[in-house]
């Protein structure tokens, strides 16, 4: 079976969205062949052909969203390659991963390795296959989601996983808070079946309720905890529905924004009826943790 190496040269600071974005469109391996101060190439593979114009466009979208306006994408190619063993070199090259103080990121194939090592007794495991969906752990975003939800200071009843991807989100909060009921939506039907088999994966899958959709169609003030792992853009759009189904002194963590909308997101936040009580910066990426006001109605 033949496989498809996608090039690109990309302004180095945007590196890491671009990788996403390569995840996203169904990339199954991803490296960095090349770093410069200014720029990264990047190499993504695919089991089958990528349509070009739809993957160039979803490309250029990201780094349409830096304002900077410091590079473009350059050497832009598709080549197609005999099959190779690259898989199994990639996935060699995977590790375990912790996260913050709590969190333990496995690769299924690697379960063994984690389960005996000593220095990693008492973290809770997320197993998760590289690539299958938004959200491997590996990421900057989710990272911070993590992080955030590790200091979390109250201990949620209901929670929502709002564009679950893979859903670890879900599956994390769910170890975190063994008696929450927890849901988990995305409007992609395939992300929405993945965290499903993640969450069986992960023995949660008896708690999680997992939808296709979106916030809107939860009820007022159901949650305690809603976790969005997404835009800036859309963030923004959703604030008054992400505090509308949070119960009042409810909490919100807020992520996959960059540093440099990060002040229209915290207005979009308060003017939805939340305050921000922490927030983290991991290189060019902020996010999070917002409570809804006790009493107030969000706009």
């Not at 079946?193 to 969450?199: D, F, G, K, L, S």
Request: charged share 20%; proline share 6%; hydrophobic share 45%.
């Amino acid at each position: 079976m033949d496989f498809h190496i996608v090039h690109v040269t990309v302004p180095a600071h945007t590196a890491e969205a671009i990788g996403e974005t390569f995840w996203q469109a169904g990339a199954q391996g991803l490296e960095t062949v090349a770093e410069t101060d200014t720029s990264t190439t990047l190499r993504a593979y695919f089991p089958e052909a990528p349509a070009a114009e739809n993957l160039l466009a979803a490309l250029e979208h990201t780094l349409a969203a830096f304002d900077d306006h410091e590079g473009h994408l350059r050497d832009f190619a598709i080549e197609r390659r005999p099959h190779e063993d690259w898989l199994v070199k990639w996935k060699a090259d995977w590790r375990v991963q912790p996260v913050g103080q709590r969190w333990l990121i496995v690769p299924p194939w690697q379960r063994a390795e984690a389960a005996a090592n000593p220095e990693w007794q008492g973290r809770l495991p997320l197993v998760i296959e590289p690539g299958m969906a938004f959200g491997t752990g590996t990421h900057a975003t989710t990272r911070a989601c993590l992080t955030l939800l590790e200091q979390l200071p109250t201990t949620p009843e209901r929670l929502l996983d709002v564009g679950t991807g893979t859903g670890i989100l879900a599956i994390a909060a769910a170890k975190r808070f063994p008696d929450a009921v927890c849901s988990a939506c995305d409007t992609d039907p395939d992300a929405v079946a993945i965290a499903a088999v993640n969450a069986q994966d992960n023995g949660v899958g008896g708690r999680l309720q997992a939808h296709v959709g979106s916030v809107t169609a939860y009820p007022d003030g159901y949650f305690d905890l809603v976790l969005a792992n997404l835009t800036a853009e859309v963030i923004t759009a959703l604030a008054s529905d992400l505090a509308r189904v949070l119960r009042p002194q409810g909490h919100l963590i807020a992520a996959g924004i960059l540093s440099e909308r990060q002040a229209g997101v915290a207005a979009a936040l308060t003017a939805a009826g939340l305050d921000l009580r922490q927030t983290q910066t991991d290189g060019e990426w902020w996010a999070a943790l917002a409570q809804r006001r006790p009493g107030d109605t969000p706009a």
